[in-house]
């Protein structure tokens, strides 16, 4: 008799990147994004919440711990990124316009947005994406720039490509951004210099074809 493997759960950990700035580990099992925590003088802000059933209860945790009210910033709409916003009680929930198209809920980010909270400086600013469209990226103290899955290609007729158009302008809004650091989600490491992601980038835009909207990538 056959039997079904199950895959076995795997549990977030917890990273630390300076005092202010934490994150959960990404996991495959269930796909989940990292979660990136910023602790603010009044709130704690989260940049993407996932998917894994342990993350509302660690972020409740902390909340109730320092007292601090939970704001949301979600990159994008897909659900390894966005399933838990049901599951936790935050105060505000920051997105960009597409992905309020899903979630009905909270404030759309359209341009950007400035927000100072005690020594931390939050700047929240749209971005092209192949990915997904309308994402959302989070610049922190211009020394940390958290993407989610922004700078990933998209899926179309059975090839994973990137949108010729939209791969520039999102290499030009990516070289106007002060950060040294640039944090993409479900990649190890989670922390990557922003010289080597857009050398990466620029490479695979130098693939495209004269007259193709497309740009075919397997990686």
């Not at 709130?43 to 109730?64: E, F, T």
């Not at 940390?144 to 939209?166: I, M, P």
């Not at 520039?168 to 950060?179: D, F, M």
Request: proline fraction near 4%; glycine fraction near 6%; hydrophobic fraction near 35%.
């Amino acid at each position: 008799m056959k039997t079904e493997r199950k895959e076995q759960i795997e549990v977030p950990k917890i990273e630390s990147i300076s005092d202010r700035i934490s994150y959960l580990t990404a996991t495959e099992y269930p796909l989940s994004a990292n979660v990136v925590l910023i602790d603010g003088d009044t709130v704690l802000w989260v940049y993407d919440v996932g998917n894994h059933p342990a993350v509302p209860g660690i972020l409740h945790d902390k909340s109730k711990q320092t007292g601090k009210e939970i704001r949301v910033i979600v990159s994008h709409f897909h659900p390894d990124h966005i399933a838990n916003l049901l599951r936790i009680s935050c105060t505000e929930i920051y997105q960009g316009r597409n992905t309020f198209r899903y979630t009905k809920t909270g404030t759309a980010i359209e341009e950007d947005a400035w927000f100072q909270d005690g020594d931390v400086r939050l700047h929240l600013f749209p971005i092209p994406s192949s990915h997904a469209k309308g994402s959302l990226a989070l610049e922190v103290d211009e020394t940390w720039c958290f993407l989610g899955d922004a700078v990933y290609a998209t899926q179309k007729n059975g090839q994973t490509v990137y949108n010729a158009e939209r791969l520039l302008a999102e290499i030009r809004v990516l070289k106007n951004v002060q950060a040294p650091w640039f944090f993409l989600s479900h990649r190890e490491p989670f922390r990557q210099k922003k010289e080597d992601v857009l050398e990466w980038m620029e490479a695979i835009y130098a693939k495209r074809k004269q007259g193709e909207a497309y740009i075919s990538c397997e990686f």
